[in-house]
């Protein structure tokens, strides 16, 4: 199972985009790569998914350079619901989370 | 639609008693499921793992257990609960996705907030 790094903490004003990148240099060939996010007392919640390029949805973008070897989670225009912590898994099974990033918002 | 259940929301049990923590699945056939300890601050730690009845994987060696009686049922026990047992416990389901290694998303109960004294 490839092994992730991620940043501790971030902290980000309401309004600003925020980038949350995660290294997984030991990515496999099939291994796909997918963000969560955690607020406190609750099971994380799943935000995106992608293997290469580019994926967008309803609350966020994840970026994916062509070697696979990292990824960023992008948060447009965050605001202070968006203080969690965020998750990045690479691979299939068993499900491990990392430490994860805190991301702090502030107004 | 699929839903996940898991009971109690909490639970405060003197050491060296036991301890059974149970989640069901419905709408959904043969889920991987997972039983996930976190300690106040801290990750998640997958404790069990399971891709059928019967299938258990664990991940740290410790003083639970976990059992899959069902297809849609995963139960973590303990015979005498330590102090260092205390935690959020989470349970999750996911079934794979269409792509070879692809996985689909995985779904969490609520959790159980485990205090030993």
């Known amino acids: 199972l490839a092994k992730t790094t991620q940043p501790i903490s971030m902290d980000s004003y309401e309004g600003q985009e925020v980038n949350i990148t995660c290294s997984h240099n030991?990515?496999?060939?099939?291994?796909?790569i997918t963000w969560y996010q955690q607020f406190p007392s609750q099971g994380p919640r799943f935000i995106i998914q992608?293997?290469?390029t580019k994926v967008t949805n309803e609350v966020a973008s994840l970026f994916i350079p062509a070697d696979r070897k990292s990824s960023t989670l992008s948060l447009p225009r965050v605001s202070l619901s968006d203080t969690a912590v965020y998750y990045c898994l690479v691979g299939l099974q068993p499900l491990v989370f990392g430490k994860g990033t805190r991301l702090s918002v502030i107004a | 639609s699929q839903t996940i259940h898991q009971w109690p929301a909490t639970l405060v049990q003197p050491v060296g008693s036991p301890l059974s923590l149970e989640c069901t699945v419905e709408?959904?056939?043969?889920?991987?499921l997972y039983w996930y300890r976190q300690a106040a601050g801290r990750g998640l730690q997958l404790l069990f793992y399971s891709v059928g009845i019967g299938q258990i994987s664990s991940e740290v060696p410790q003083n639970l257990s976990a059992s899959r009686p069902q297809d849609r049922q995963f139960i973590l026990s303990s015979k005498k609960l330590l102090l260092s047992d205390s935690g959020f416990y989470l349970c999750a389901w996911s079934v794979l996705g269409q792509g070879a290694q692809s996985h689909t998303e995985a779904f969490f109960g609520q959790g159980t907030r485990l205090t030993v004294v």
């Open positions: 992608g293997y290469k």
């Open positions: 030991n990515i496999a060939t099939n291994d796909y």
């Open positions: 709408g959904t056939s043969n889920p991987n």
